[in-house]
């Protein structure tokens, strides 16, 4: 299948600049840190410090979106786009994985918008 529209054009969401801790399972039950880029109700972009991740793979995801860093959110997805990231470029990130969420994240929509505000106050937009 040829790609050719921008990232922006084949979003099925709005997306918010990101930067915030997650978990990413991979299908082996291994748990790995990542950090969230971007971020919809429809899916994610995350960095991660894995090489055993694919695109079609199914993952669960502990998102740290709340107020309280405490407390995660979980999610379900698949994996539909995996990007090797430079080495001086990366820091500790091997990998630029895109996911799709099992199903739309509407009950954490305000926790979204919420992190979305933080970050530009933040100067991260």
């Known amino acids: 299948m040829t790609d050719s529209a921008p990232p922006?054009?084949?979003r099925a969401g709005v997306r918010h600049l990101a930067c915030f801790p997650a978990s990413l399972e991979r299908p082996d039950g291994e748990h790995r840190p990542s950090i969230i880029r971007d971020l919809s109700e429809s899916g994610a972009l995350l960095l991660v410090?894995?090489?055993?991740?694919?695109v079609g793979d199914?993952?669960?995801l502990q998102l740290y979106i709340a107020d309280d860093p405490g407390t995660s959110r979980d999610a379900s997805a698949r994996v539909v786009r995996v990007e090797e990231l430079t080495p001086g470029d990366a820091g500790p990130w091997l990998r630029r994985v895109g996911v799709q969420f099992d199903a739309p994240l509407t009950m954490y929509a305000e926790e979204i918008k919420a992190f979305r505000e933080?970050?530009?106050r933040l100067g991260l937009k």
Request: charged share 55%.
């Open 8 to 10: 922006s054009e084949r």
């Open 49 to 54: 410090r894995t090489t055993k991740i694919a």
């Open 58 to 60: 199914e993952v669960k």
């Open 118 to 120: 933080r970050a530009e």
